[in-house]
């Protein structure tokens, strides 16, 4: 029954059933409606091994096509019906970056390959219960501030986990690189900024970056201080990308295009070391239901991107898995932080 209605709504999905061309649009005419690849695999294991012990590089194979990983891909969409010996059922979703963000389609000039690296890149999965996520909320609210709103979820547990990120880097030293810029990067929806604003579920990744660059744990008297500076600074940033930045975003692409590349160069110089944070907290990803039910977990797989963190919410809702890629001599440092230890102990 759940693979019949999978199937069912693939057949239906048209806009991507073409291929991918010039990385600027999807060819459904002719012999270029390929239609939706659809595999199915056998598991050796139960489900019940891989929720409670995920291995990201291990979910990795829950996914079809693995040769997709190089971002060199035509096709939009893949996806994997996998069977476990238990009789659960995985379901591992590939969408191409290249139409799930906005800008790989809309923007000419720049390779979606950017940033990619295949080597050295190592995954962990850091989970936070909702009563740390409280307790970072009541820690990282200013009371010099009567009236001040509180830390969200995502802004509490950013704070932290930047004063983690920094707490490792700050003995680092790259040759030849005198001054870094350190830069906490956050993904914004754009779709509640459109005017009119667009559909709660439009099709494709409809972001842009919100950029602050924090002052660091050390100059700072505590975390504390630290803490309320960074998320004052963050609410600024994203304050910034409004209906304005969109309006002057529609007439003047390029100047997006012109901000990618430009953090490009830096980063390839080392003269820039950024904290990429994207939330899909609260997002209906556990209200899936194919004919079986809802999902009793959703994860990520490992990405080939440097410190890259993504948020998605516990099943309850109201805890945060924090999936964090850094390259394997960063993790090694980050995950024997005393602090993040004792955040994460069961």
Known sequence: MIRASILFDLVFTIEIRGRIKDNTLIDCGGDNDGGIPFTEATVNCSLSDVIQNPVPAELNKLLPFPELDDGADEIPLVVQFNNFKCGGIGIGVRLSHKIGDASSLNLSGFKPTTGIIKENIITKRFAFSASKIEEFRAKYTDQSFENLKRPSRVEALSAFLWSRFVASKKKEVLP??????????????????????????????????????????EDDDDQEQAAYRLIAQMRESISRVDKEYVKKLQERSELHLDFLNEMVEISNRGEMVS?????????????????????????????????????????????????????EEDMAKLEVDEELILATAA
């Open 275 to 327: 904290f990429n944070i994207t939330s899909l907290c609260r997002f209906p990803l556990y209200e899936s239901d194919f004919g079986w039910g809802k999902p009793v977990w959703v994860g990520s797989v490992s990405l080939p991107f440097s410190n890259v963190v993504g948020f998605i919410d516990t099943v309850s809702g109201n805890g945060i898995e924090a999936w964090m890629n850094m390259k």
């Open 176 to 217: 030849g690189v005198a001054d870094r810029v350190y830069m906490v990067l956050h993904a914004v929806n754009l779709r509640p900024r459109f005017e009119p604003p667009l559909p709660e579920y439009s099709f494709g990744n409809l972001y842009r970056i919100a950029v602050t660059v924090p002052s660091t744990v």
